[in-house]
Each structure stands twice: as structure tokens, then as C-alpha cells.
């Protein structure tokens, strides 16, 4: 007799799924139906947001559940050399895995272990599709200055309510937490605010349309008075009729202030801005590359060597690249150490960020991709630019690289991980170049021979 029972509604353990069964969920949701009357995809939409939740607390707890498998399984032998920290291998392989940088994978691995360990009301809140797992983040980072007790003490409170945090917007959740500790731990956070402004400090970061933007983490009474200042000179400047906004104004201040220079005037140019010469002499569309920073279209890059050679503010150093592939000429050196020419060519080849896949940190370290006691020389072929961070991971037991590509072509370094994670990275493309255009396809064909290598 044929067993007719209906196993459709069957819950499935989330034990039962494998990678490859995991992978043909994901492909079966791309090819999701769309054509639907709109209350049917609302629905969907609904329920995909579930499903998303859903797979970021599984993560949580896959991240937790291998960071502690790699942190007891037996160390590699190391060769007799410095074991970096445990932790730093294990971030950069979850970052790896999870497509991001390996700062990022490093902190994803706290964050979920606090989740699991002391959030379970917020992991099952999150896996109930009630919050987002950038949510479910923010309140494991809120309750970081608290002991575990605490923090499971934060955790029964803000999830006590019978509504739970379903419908709570980013802000009403972090007020939520932080009403919370102040009132479970209140000297911990009293700690919490001197800590805070005793690290007070300014970071910069360039943004991708030819501006920047400076942070300033300062005192809240200094915080008032600053944005008095630049309010006032706002006021002012719109009172005697000056044709900029509120905002420009404001921006042009603290520059003053900070410099000394006035921002409507030219700024001084010393710095290796890689560009074609028909950009800058004949009207070319070829986009410059700023070392570190990034793209910058040509007409912009050609007015700002205009406007500072016309005040005597500029140096121009030549970069010399081949024609046929448009990369920067190589060079040896037979010191271990890279010397400040090569070293320069480096970071200029580099785009001057971390060749790891998904760290976008600034580069801090000239590395050799084959260690120099192996055998490896020190040139342009076998070196390349990493942040601090991934140089020091890179040297953990079981980790390997190697350079996969010709002198003569772009630039590219493969590697494999401990735990057989794939590293490729390619030199992004100078002025002129052309980035390579890989199929999913092709880029699978080259994971596997890499790993088969």
C-alpha cells in the first residue's frame, strides 16, 4: 500500500540541512514568482523578511558553533614562528565566508557568541523575524561594558513585554536597551560615559563623489559649542548676502578654523595622482586614481593641477606603466625590508587599500606574498599592500599564499586557510585598464582549481 500522509508541513531540523541543500534554497528564492496580485506580494515580501531573519540567527549560531570547534581543535604547527592571535585567523575566515572584512568577521564572531550566550531572548526575537539582524547587533554592541549576568538581566527586560520588539524602529530599541542598563547596572554605565569621553577622537573617511567626511567623537558640552560657532558664522555670512547655503558654510568654517586656509582658495598639491595623459593634457574622460581614495573623474583632477600650478602649489611626479596590460613597471630589491621607491609602487598598484577580499582598510604593511624565508624575493611581483590586521592573520598556522598570475599581467594573489577558505584578490585596474569580467561560473571553475592547487 502506498503511503499517501502529507509531509508538506513537516518542520524540518535546522540540523537537517546541508551546504549544497542550503544553496538550492538560495538559488529556488532568486527564481522567486513575482507576477502575483500585490496583496500576494506583499505577502512574499513579508515572508522573505521572515526567512531573512530566520537565516541570520542560524548564523549567529553556525559562527559561535565554529569559532569554538577552530578554537579547540589542535594547533598547526607554526615553524617556530610567532603565532598570531587565534582570534584574528577564525575573524578572517568568517569574513571570508560571510563575504565581508575581516574587522567585520572578527566582530561577528563576539556579537554572536553574545547573542547566544547571554541574548537568547534577542536571537529568538530575530529568529521569530521580529527585529533585523542589524538590530539584533546594535543590542549585543550596547550591552558590551556588561558582565554576562547583566547582560542576560538587560535581555529578560526588554524582551518581557508580550508584543516583544516587533514594530520598535532603531532608535526606540537602542533607548530600550540603554533605559534598561542604567537601571540593571547603573555604575557600569556611569563607567561606560567616562571611558567614552576619555576616547574622545577624529576619524576621516573619503566618500565616493569627491568629498570627505571628518567625525569627531568630542565632549557633548563641546559638542554644543562647536555647533554654536558654526551656526552663528551661518547666520552671519547669509546676513551679509553671501551666495553659499547653511551647510557650506558651516563645512568652510571648520576647515578654516582647523587649517588656516581658506577653502574657496586653491589647495596646495603634492600627492601621486595616477593619470592618463590624455586626461590631463588632451581632454581625455579617463578617469585619475588616488592612491587610498579612490576614482576621481578627469575634468576634476585636471582643474585641481590647473588651479594649483597657477599659484605655484604643485608637484607632478611621473608614473610610467606598460601599454599592452596598463601596469606600473616592476621592480627588485634584495633587502628583506621594501625600500621607499618599491614600497611606493606598491601602494600605488594597490589603489592603496588591503588586497584582502572585503577589507577596504588603508595599507600599512608591504608584505611578501611568499615569505621571504621561504625563498621569497623581495619585488614588486611578490609583494603587495595589507592592512596591519590581515598581515598578521595571514601568518597563521595552516594559511598559504601565492602569486597566480605572469609578471606581465595584472596582479594576482591566491591563498587558502586553514580551514580551506579561498583567498583571490587582483590589483584593481590603473587608468586605462579594463577589469577583468568573470562569469559565476568561471569564478566557481577558478575556487575549485585554486583549491585543487
Not at 53 to 81: I, K, M
Amino acid at each position: 500500500m502506498t503511503d499517501t500522509t502529507d509531509t508538506t508541513d513537516a518542520p524540518v531540523a535546522a540540523g537537517c540541512w546541508s551546504a549544497d541543500e542550503l544553496h538550492a534554497l538560495a538559488d529556488l528564492l532568486v527564481g522567486i514568482d513575482t507576477t502575483g496580485h500585490p496583496v500576494a506580494l506583499l505577502d512574499q515580501l513579508e515572508a522573505l523578511e521572515r526567512v531573512k531573519a530566520a537565516a541570520a540567527a542560524a548564523q549567529v549560531l553556525a559562527t559561535a558553533a565554529f569559532a569554538e570547534a577552530a578554537e579547540a581543535a589542535e594547533d598547526l604547527p607554526s615553524d617556530g614562528r610567532r603565532r598570531p592571535r587565534r582570534a584574528l585567523s577564525i575573524g578572517a575566515e568568517v569574513a571570508l565566508a560571510a563575504r565581508t572584512s575581516p574587522y567585520q568577521g572578527e566582530q561577528r564572531v563576539l556579537l554572536s557568541r553574545r547573542l547566544r550566550d547571554d541574548l537568547p531572548g534577542v536571537h529568538a526575537a530575530l529568529g521569530r523575524g521580529e527585529i533585523r539582524e542589524d538590530q539584533a547587533f546594535a543590542v549585543a554592541r550596547e550591552v558590551a561594558h556588561l558582565d554576562p549576568a547583566q547582560r542576560t538581566a538587560v535581555d529578560a527586560d526588554v524582551t518581557r513585554l508580550s508584543a516583544g520588539l516587533a514594530g520598535l524602529g532603531d532608535e526606540k530599541l537602542r533607548g530600550a536597551v540603554r533605559r534598561s542598563c542604567l537601571t540593571v547596572a547603573a555604575d557600569a554605565e556611569a563607567r561606560r560615559h567616562e571611558r567614552a569621553r576619555a576616547d574622545r577622537h577624529v576619524t576621516t573617511r573619503q566618500l565616493g563623489d569627491g568629498t570627505g567626511r571628518v567625525t569627531a567623537i568630542v565632549a557633548v558640552e563641546h559638542l554644543s559649542a562647536i555647533r554654536q560657532v558654526l551656526d552663528e558664522d551661518a547666520a552671519s555670512a547669509r546676513a551679509a548676502g553671501d551666495e553659499r547655503t547653511g551647510g557650506q558654510v558651516r563645512a568652510d568654517t571648520l576647515v578654516r578654523r582647523i587649517t588656516g586656509q581658506d577653502p574657496v582658495e586653491a589647495v596646495p598639491v603634492s600627492v601621486n595622482l595616477v593619470i592618463t595623459a590624455e586626461s590631463l593634457l588632451a581632454g581625455g574622460d579617463e578617469p585619475a586614481q588616488l592612491p587610498g581614495i579612490g576614482w576621481l573623474p578627469a575634468g576634476l583632477c585636471t582643474r585641481l593641477v590647473r588651479d594649483a600650478s597657477a599659484i605655484a602649489k604643485l608637484s607632478l611626479r611621473r608614473l610610467f606603466v606598460r601599454p599592452d596590460d596598463r601596469s606600473l613597471v616592476a621592480m627588485e630589491s634584495r633587502s628583506r625590508t621594501f625600500p621607499t621607491a618599491l614600497a611606493e609602487l606598491l601602494d600605488l598598484r594597490d589603489g592603496g587599500r588591503c588586497r584582502t577580499p572585503g577589507c577596504d582598510a588603508a595599507i600599512r604593511h608591504h608584505d611578501h606574498v611568499v615569505r621571504e624565508s621561504d625563498g621569497g624575493p623581495t619585488s614588486a611581483h611578490n609583494g603587495q599592500g595589507l592592512c596591519e590586521r590581515c598581515n598578521y592573520a595571514k601568518e597563521s598556522p595552516g594559511w598559504t599564499s601565492w602569486v597566480a598570475s605572469p609578471e606581465t599581467g595584472p596582479h594576482e594573489v591566491h591563498g587558502v586557510t586553514e580551514h580551506l577558505r579561498i583567498l583571490r584578490s587582483t590589483a584593481p585596474p590603473l587608468p586605462g585598464g579594463r577589469e577583468p569580467d568573470f562569469s559565476p561560473a568561471e569564478l566557481r571553475l577558478a575556487q575549485s582549481l585554486t583549491l585543487a592547487a
